[in-house]
């Protein structure tokens, strides 16, 4: 448990911080606003998902080899380059689809450029960290990191009343976390640690696997926001982005540290049989869980005792987009550590059909959206259990199968309370 909780808190404060921003600047901008924020806050996730995500999967056994060394050098310098020219492109893109008075936001944008470059070059000595179970350090850097870009987002939000403060808080996190792992992973040793590695395996297929995979995910949690954006609109994209990313921002830092945590405990030791990946998987996730429930209430209370009364009636409806968007963190904690017991028994290439299905299943999310941002939002809750529980079925005697009857139940708990509130 203590893993998990240090590895939650470092996954967890960059999220809370950009969900703290994200509600500082609905008190001075509108939905529309908000909206073009989320275009290139697609594409970063799609880097993420599809380079980051992916790499983190392989890069611990990575660095006992040269072959896994060596790819995790290439990766640095495609995924940097990569990553910010796809970051660069979108907001052209913006320029030239949205008019002039609206330039000023979109330039205030220009610092998410530098967030590839920061993040691939913190990959290595990341994982090495990891290797040596250093959450803790971890967690207090990622806490340093984001209290200092706080510190100097927030009074760039508030005298600009811009994209600005929320884009800087999200660079320098990424920035000043990299400098900090360097630092302390050569501390540690980590170039004695690796010049030694000998010949071995290099991990680059199962690194196109899980980007493969990832991709589809993105896919599969984006389409969302691209469908909605393309068939009602920016104003409405802010409207959902807003509810997602107060309900789900903490939700999703459990989701990540959770995977990061079983990732570690399930290849410590190679050749597990399937049940006893599946007792692993049952024990953390189960902790994982706890600490969703605790996540989902609060989000609860604070909606309805905090937000409502802050924010003005132009964002109810996100509000109450909100709060089936946080029930979902339930089903998402189970459904993203499926692909770490997926790859321990050999069977990730039954995950990636299944995220095509969750694509599909985009449509009618974005469908819901010309009608009202909740009835979306509830509809990606129903996505999510029968995503959950497809992968579940995929995992065959590796299944966690009692953290899907809690994360089942409790899920169903809290939709007859949402109904009822």
Known sequence: MKDLIWSLVERVFPRLASAGLMLLLAAFVTPLIVGLYAW?????????????SAIRQVVVPSLASQEGLRLLRRYRNIASIAGSLAIAGILLALLLIFP??????????????????????????????????????????????????LLLSVPALVLTRSLLGASLQVALVEILFCWMVHRRARAL??????????????????????????????????????????????AALGSFSFAT?????????????????????ISVDQGLSAVEVRRRSDDLLMRGLALGIVLVLAIFIGVDAVLRPLLGNEW?????????????????????????????????????????????????????ATQS?????????????????LLLVSCG?????????LALASTTAFTIAAVLL
Not at 40 to 52: E, G, I, N, Q, R
Not at 111 to 119: D, E, S, Y
Request: proline residues 5%; charged residues 10%.
């Open 40 to 52: 290139p806050m697609v594409v970063l996730t799609l880097y993420y998902s599809a380079l980051d």
């Open 100 to 149: 002039a008075d609206l330039h000023g936001q979109i330039y205030a944008m220009t610092p998410l450029v530098l967030v590839p470059v920061a993040n691939s070059f913190a990959v290595k000595p990341l994982g090495f960290l990891q290797s040596r179970n250093a959450w803790a350090e971890l967690a207090k850097m990622q806490l340093l990191a984001s209290g200092v870009s």
């Open 245 to 265: 990313a107060i309900a789900r921002n903490p939700g999703d830092a459990i989701s990540a540290s959770t995977g990061n945590v079983l990732r570690v405990k």
């Open 397 to 405: 005697k590796a299944a966690p199968l009692k953290s899907f009857a």
């Open 189 to 234: 040793g980590i170039e004695a640690a690796t010049k030694g590695a000998s010949s071995g395996a290099g991990y680059g297929r199962e690194f196109g696997h899980a980007s493969a995979y990832s991709i589809v995910g993105w896919l599969q949690g984006q389409a969302d926001r691209l469908l909605i954006g393309g068939l009602s609109g920016t």
């Open 373 to 389: 941002i909740e009835l979306a939002s509830w509809c990606v809750l129903a996505r999510e259990v029968v995503i959950l529980i």
């Open 316 to 368: 109810r409806e996100p509000l109450d987009a909100a709060l089936p968007a946080a029930i979902s963190i339930l089903p998402t904690i189970v459904s993203w550590s499926l692909s770490v017991v997926l790859l321990a028994v050999g069977r990730l290439a039954w995950g990636a059909p299944i995220k095509v299905i969750g694509i599909a299943l985009a449509v009618p999310v974005a469908l819901a």
